[in-house]
């Protein structure tokens, strides 16, 4: 393949991420709004279309067209940057989350992902460590108490739970050996008595699996670790001066966010991609995605429930939980797994 | 040619960003200009095919020391800098960018004389494949075998820095 | 392919500024951040330098520098904190008695 050939099919697949992951993150606000309701037992957005299935859409217009106020007295450059650093790293971590096994279309052959580099579990561990900024910031700029308490708690909340989500990691980068997610994946092929998948989860790995759940609900603010937003205590958190498009920025990050984790969980823990495949090539070729979005749905699905189950924790408690539960079990987890390894 | 254009890409936002943090009156605009210099330098590094000392920069500094940073001059709402009542700006103006000029030229020269400007390194990225020079196996081998007791001896620093960090920070009962 | 001074060279700067705003600046979290931009620097070259002579040791330097810079930020800024606490400053000109 030619450098001219490789930079087209690259940005051809930049642009097809990118219109898959917007949709899915306007789909899961949707969803929520939808799920959330019916646990509430009400309808959720019924009237926008059949089902409220343009409501989305309308959402975004709303977006749009709503007047973007500045606070007086913040600091703007900050202001404006916070909203840009929060949606440019969530959606950059998509260019490495492979999203199925290679395809080949006429004589391009070409992986179901943007880059396939070596490194690309770190790659993501730290853009989305980066986008700490942009709540921090957000937080520190509008210049006014809540705020600047969201953006605290967030940012001690995401740095404290970054370390039990990347010490559960490293029980299945133990087993794999390796930090590329297709590597990753191809690890955990096949099955035992030909019906037990051999997914790292059920290779010991469920404790792990337990932690990075655990951290990543607190990773992206989400219900019961959503302190840094509680909008019974702090109206909106880091992001309660924020109107318009610089709100909604804030908001696709979050769900964008929610996305990768799921992404990551089902590439991590469920087998990625693996599944039954048959029938004529192309829908032998579309299979695997379609098992992979299959697991992502289940997880975002299970992250809605969660929400509309759980209450918040307190903050002290956010805290002890993850220093004094999660970071103790993510290291007996990685010493219990070399033990298992070094054995065997 | 690629590697050479990328590299003065990386290097002006890196040298951007370290004047920035010397002109800056904020604290926080200055740790921000940090960041910039740090994520260039993660880029630079993978010019170099050091592609995990790349993510750990990242990772570790502009992702948790940085934050730290941030987090501190948050937490201390710092202001904007005092100055200096007695300060000379004849120092300030002459002898900052005549230390760095200086520096930067004297180790041009020893360069040059050691030859050292002849040898090119680096080269085309890539970031696929085990034959990248500073892949993670390569360094998990070295460190976990040669640099052992270097790599034990740095937990027990680290565990005194989180004891040392606790006891200062706590407030007196 | 780039020349091995010019990594040199882009190192001796990043450790200049850092020099250098150690000297100027004021604000102890400024002093703090220039040493941690000195390090990079100085990072920079053991990098440069493992690509030159094709040996890793040069990488596991970086780690070691990484995890000390990262000790001495979080005593560091505790430090600041109790500082701050006990002065309610963070000029460095007005931290000058041992003793309140």
């Known amino acids: ?63 749009i067209f709503k007047e973007d106020i500045t606070p007086p007295f913040a600091n703007k450059p900050l202001y404006m940057l916070a909203p840009i650093i929060a949606l440019t790293t969530a959606l950059t971590s998509i260019a490495v989350i ?20 070596n490194i690309g579990l770190l790659i993501i561990l730290g853009v989305t460590s980066v986008g700490v900024y942009g709540v921090a910031l957000a937080g520190w700029s509008s210049n006014s108490k809540y705020s ?15 370390i039990a989500l990347g010490l559960s990691l490293i029980g299945v980068l133990i087993y794999t050996g390796s930090f590329s997610l297709r590597d ?161 | 040619m690629l590697s050479l254009i990328l590299f003065f890409i990386f290097a002006a936002l890196c040298v951007g960003g370290a004047i920035n943090l010397l ?70 103006v002459l002898g900052v960018p005549g230390l760095i000029i200086g520096l930067s030229l004297a180790v041009w020269v020893v360069s040059h004389l050691a030859g050292l400007d002849r040898i090119a390194i680096g080269g085309p990225m890539v970031m696929n494949g085990s034959d990248v020079f500073g892949n993670p196996q390569a360094i998990g081998h070295l460190l976990f075998r040669n640099f052992l007791l270097p790599f034990e001896v740095t937990s027990v620093l680290i565990l005194i820095a989180i004891m040392g960090a606790v006891v200062l920070a706590r407030r007196e009962e | 392919m780039v020349p091995l001074s010019y990594y040199l060279v882009l190192s001796a700067i990043l450790f200049a500024c850092g020099v250098a705003g150690f000297l100027i600046k004021r604000n102890i979290i400024t002093i703090f951040l220039s040493i941690e931009l000195m390090l990079n620097g100085v990072n920079l070259s053991f990098v440069a330098f493992a690509a030159q002579l094709k040996s890793l040791d040069g990488h596991i330097f970086v780690f070691f520098v990484m995890v000390v810079a990262a000790a001495e930020a979080a005593v560091g800024l505790a430090i600041i904190i109790s500082v701050f606490r006990t002065r309610e400053t963070l000029n460095v000109d007005r931290v000058n008695l041992l003793k309140l």
Request: glycine share 8%; hydrophobic share 55%; net charge positive.
């Open chain 2, 23 to 92: 002109v800056q009156k904020h604290p926080i605009n200055s740790a921000l200009s940090l960041i910039v210099v740090m994520g260039s330098l993660a880029l630079i590094y993978l010019l170099l095919g050091a592609e995990f000392v790349a993510a750990v920069q990242v990772i570790v500094y502009a992702g948790a020391v940085m934050v730290l940073f941030v987090f501190v001059i948050m937490l201390l709402n710092a202001g904007v800098e005092e100055r200096t009542e007695h300060a000379s700006r004849v120092a300030m």
């Open chain 1, 1 to 63: 393949m030619g450098i001219g050939t490789y930079i087209l099919v690259s940005l051809v697949k930049i642009a097809i991420a990118l219109a898959i992951l917007l949709t899915a993150v306007a789909y899961t606000t949707l969803l929520e709004r939808k799920v959330v309701g019916r646990i509430q037992n009400r309808w959720g957005p019924s009237r926008v279309g059949p089902f409220g299935i343009w409501q989305p859409l309308a959402d975004g217009l709303k977006f």
């Open chain 1, 98 to 117: 492979p999203i199925g096994p290679w395809i080949r279309l006429g004589s391009i052959n070409t992986p179901l992902q943007i880059a396939d580099v």
């Open chain 1, 184 to 344: 990753i994946v191809d690890s955990q092929a096949g099955t035992w008595l030909g019906f037990i998948p051999k997914w790292n989860l059920f290779r010991g790995q469920f404790v792990a699996f337990f932690i990075y759940i655990m951290a990543a609900y607190a990773e992206t603010n989400r219900i019961p670790f959503d302190l840094p937003e509680a909008e019974t205590e702090l109206v909106a958190g880091y992001h309660t001066e924020y109107s318009s498009m610089k709100f909604a920025m804030f908001f696709m990050a979050e769900y964008a966010n929610m996305v990768t984790v799921a992404c990551l969980a089902s590439i991590l823990f469920l087998g990625g991609w693996s599944g039954p495949v048959f029938g004529p090539p192309i829908v032998q070729s579309l299979l695997p995605v379609f098992w992979f979005a299959l697991r992502v749905f289940a997880f975002m699905f299970i992250y809605i429930w969660v929400r509309g189950t759980l209450p918040r924790f307190r903050y002290d408690q956010l805290m002890a939980f993850g220093w004094k539960f999660l970071l103790p079990l993510a290291i007996a987890n990685i010493v219990v797994t070399s033990l298992v390894v070094a054995l065997k």
């Open chain 1, 148 to 162: 600047m308490l969201g953006g605290l708690r967030a940012s001690a909340q995401m740095v404290s739970y970054e």
